[in-house]
């Protein structure tokens, strides 16, 4: 689905209405009043015996304690987390029960749900309230927001909301890898070994080729001798591609298992979450060439903190789309991964692009929708910091790439100059790379 041009739908209408004429609010009110008081009256008891003329209906209360409860459960479950953390101690992973139920809620059609009525138009005497009550709930800063908050017609237009100019400075260093995201570092280091795994959460991982998908452009190499030379690189057929595609089951609808392989030295990966406050928009981390989209269809699971220690194959299993293409130093590969509540990313380089469709099937076996962007070879050339993609709330990006290592072609050597559970900010470096010989 496709947020972009909303449709601006007057929400609260009755409010909207009253809004628009003079002292129309406070008559609203008193003619609610006297309203709910005859009631009372008629029904042989005073306002005041009925508790209230607003009292909230006892279900309604129940059910606000009741997620209440849930919510502080939840911030109490992340400050144990965050202060194990602070302790060097690391949560493991962990299924329960509730991520097995989480299965078989719609949340797809749950999502689309809550994309209508992000779309709907605010009244503009209500927006700034509105928006200032979710920054001081996710913490955005409304400084940088290019617009008033009167300007933003609705939810989704304030989430994808763009920046004042200068903002975000992009690093000008040319050996150096800029954060495409505004978000929080949940991990990175070098793929190694066989399947070059991505680590979930301690105790689970998935493997990258299951992430971006069959790709001729990812440096795999078949195996690897006990030297650790690589060998020739694996050229599998289109067939056997697809034979071997999915794996379907229950308990993992999609899951490409490929052949057994390597990652050349030098691949890297760096997993950052993006807040529902961060600011949400993607950006090109370096001069790059995008030669492949892909996109796969799939669950909206929660990303959140919780979801990576309970939910087996979480990155892989959500709908997403991947980037995928060569910048000087190689291989590179954006995957924007989404979650509940944010079935909807956008691409600006390819603005038909739609998200979180409704499916036919419950599970279909097919390899993802991929696009080659034209002319075929050449694909399309972003600089640095440009503009690429848009959530339309928080989720997660994976970046895959290739960097300088010491070798006996090259001297040079990247390092990141991240740490995990970092706060990072578009065009801040998450790695540099220098000739180790002029130390």
Not at 107 to 130: F, M
Not at 400 to 407: G, I, K, L, T
């Amino acid at each position: 689905m496709k947020f972009w041009g909303s449709h601006r739908v007057p929400i609260f209408p009755h409010l909207y209405y009253v809004s628009k004429r003079p002292h129309g609010f406070t008559s609203f009110i008193k003619r609610l009043q006297t309203g709910t008081q005859a009631q009372a009256s008629c029904n042989g008891g005073s306002s005041s015996s009925r508790g209230g003329s607003f009292m909230v209906p006892g279900a309604t209360a129940a059910t606000l304690l009741m997620l209440g409860a849930l919510h502080a459960r939840r911030l109490y479950d992340d400050k144990k987390v965050e202060e194990a953390r602070e302790k060097g101690i690391e949560s493991e992973f962990q299924p329960d029960v509730k991520a097995s139920f989480l299965r078989l809620l719609p949340l797809c059609t749950i999502s689309r749900c809550w994309g209508y009525l992000a779309c709907a138009e605010i009244p503009v005497w209500l927006r700034p309230h509105v928006y200032r009550a979710w920054a001081q709930a996710f913490h955005s800063n409304l400084e940088e927001a290019a617009l008033p908050l009167e300007g933003y017609a609705s939810l989704r237009e304030f989430f994808v909301r763009t920046l004042k100019e200068g903002c975000r400075p992009i690093d000008p260093d040319t050996q150096c890898l800029v954060s495409p995201v505004d978000g929080t570092v949940l991990r990175y280091g070098e793929l190694k070994g066989a399947g070059a795994m991505i680590e979930q959460v301690k105790g689970f991982s998935y493997s990258v080729s299951s992430l971006l998908g069959a790709s001729p452009f990812l440096p795999m190499v078949a195996e690897v001798d006990t030297d650790g030379e690589r060998s020739e690189p694996e050229n599998s057929s289109t067939e056997n591609s697809k034979k071997s595609w999915w794996r379907v089951s229950l308990a993992s609808p999609k899951c490409w298992d490929p052949l057994p392989a390597c990652p050349v030295k030098g691949l890297f990966y760096c997993v950052i979450y993006l807040n529902p406050g961060d600011y949400h928009r993607i950006h090109s981390p370096a001069d790059w060439n995008i030669l492949v989209r892909r996109h796969f269809s799939g669950h909206l699971f929660p990303m959140n903190e919780r979801a990576t220690r309970t939910i087996r194959n979480l990155y892989i299993e959500n709908e997403r789309v991947v980037l995928e293409g060569l910048w000087p130093e190689g291989f590179m590969a954006i995957a924007a991964v989404g979650a509940t509540n944010i079935g909807s990313i956008e691409l600006l380089i390819e603005p038909e692009l739609r998200t979180n469709q409704p499916r036919k099937k419950l599970l279909q076996a097919e390899p993802p929708e991929e696009r080659l962007y034209e002319p075929e070879g050449v694909g399309m050339m972003l600089k640095k910091g440009d503009e690429v993609a848009a959530f339309n709330m928080g989720s997660t990006v994976v970046l895959v790439f290739q960097a300088p290592v010491v070798n006996k072609d090259s001297s040079s050597e990247f390092k990141f100059c991240i740490r995990r559970g970092d706060k990072i900010r578009v065009g801040e470096a998450l790695g540099r790379w220098q000739d180790s010989s002029s130390n």
